[in-house]
């Protein structure tokens, strides 16, 4: 399978696993945490455990993805799962969505295109065994501990470990399955998948599926596409590095956006088919 199919795989299952997660997230008794109580609770949900699935699934076929493409373009493919979510959540839910996320995610979705545009497929460099460890350990062990502190900022946050995942899954790419299931950063990537969709959960609760899930995939972006092009070798089109400088700018303002946006309870974002 080529790297640009299994990217367009990985999105569409991407998308419904927001759909189904969100839906069983709401749905859900809220409580005080920071999203690992809720992931336990949901556990037993057959809707969310779907939504996981396509989760898995987007993210094994975003791994083959990312053996030949760099992480901007991945990162970029596959957050365009949040637009997919968002119409098939408006189209088969009744989900309402603001005018101002609408907005904010064109201008989100004029950056991602500009990196996608930008992309020149290639093989990553292989990082330093210890200094990855350190330092995508000590992201991935520090998320859940602010996100209690800062429970604003969990979608972002969310970002921050789903963007570990990124960077050592392109590390690992591509290695033979003996070695992949005993290189240390595989099992690092494994724990920053688990933190990630606990503080993905939590955020489903608090605010929209849509300014959640695009301030995750925002965040996501701009540290994957800096890590890809700082240390691991990701190339880009010649003459179109200004497209990444603009496409990075416009993610990143799309975020601050969202953040200021006033917070709704997610029941006044659903429609009356969706409150139990």
């Known amino acids: 399978m080529s790297g640009h199919l299994a990217l367009a795989v990985s999105t569409v299952l991407y998308g419904l696993g927001i759909v189904a997660q969100t839906v069983a997230a709401r749905r859900a008794d809220e409580r005080p945490g920071a999203g690992l109580g809720l992931l336990a609770r949901l556990a037993s949900d057959r809707l969310y455990l779907l939504g996981f699935t396509g989760q898995v699934g987007g993210f094994l076929f975003a791994f083959l993805a990312r053996e030949s493409l760099p992480l901007y373009l991945v990162q970029a493919g596959s957050s365009c799962?949040?637009?997919?979510?968002?119409?098939i959540g408006v189209v088969a839910l009744g989900w309402r969505i603001r005018r101002v996320e609408i907005g904010v995610l064109v201008v989100m979705a004029c950056g991602l295109l500009l990196l996608t545009g930008a992309a020149a497929p290639s093989t990553a460099r292989e990082l330093p065994l210890v200094p990855a460890l350190v330092v995508l350990g000590v992201l991935t062990l520090a998320v859940l501990p602010l996100a209690r502190v800062l429970p604003a900022l969990t979608p972002v946050l969310a970002g921050v470990a789903f963007a570990v995942v990124a960077v050592a899954a392109r590390n690992v790419a591509g290695?033979?399955?003996l070695?992949?299931?005993l290189h240390p950063l595989t099992w690092v990537m494994v724990l920053a998948a688990f933190v990630g969709q606990a503080c993905l959960a939590s955020s489903l609760q608090r605010v929209s599926a849509t300014s959640a899930v695009a301030s995750m995939d925002a965040t996501t972006v701009v540290i994957g596409s800096a890590a890809g092009l700082a240390v691991m070798g990701d190339q880009i089109a010649a003459g179109r590095?200004?497209?990444v400088g603009l496409g990075v700018l416009l993610v990143v303002s799309g975020v601050l956006v969202l953040g200021s946006v006033a917070r709704r309870p997610a029941a006044d974002l659903v429609g009356a088919r969706d409150e139990r």
Do not use: I
Not at 81 to 87: D, E, F, I, P, S
């Open 179 to 181: 070695d992949l299931v």
């Open 81 to 87: 799962a949040v637009g997919l979510a968002t119409v």
């Open 241 to 243: 590095e200004w497209w």
């Open 175 to 177: 290695k033979p399955v």
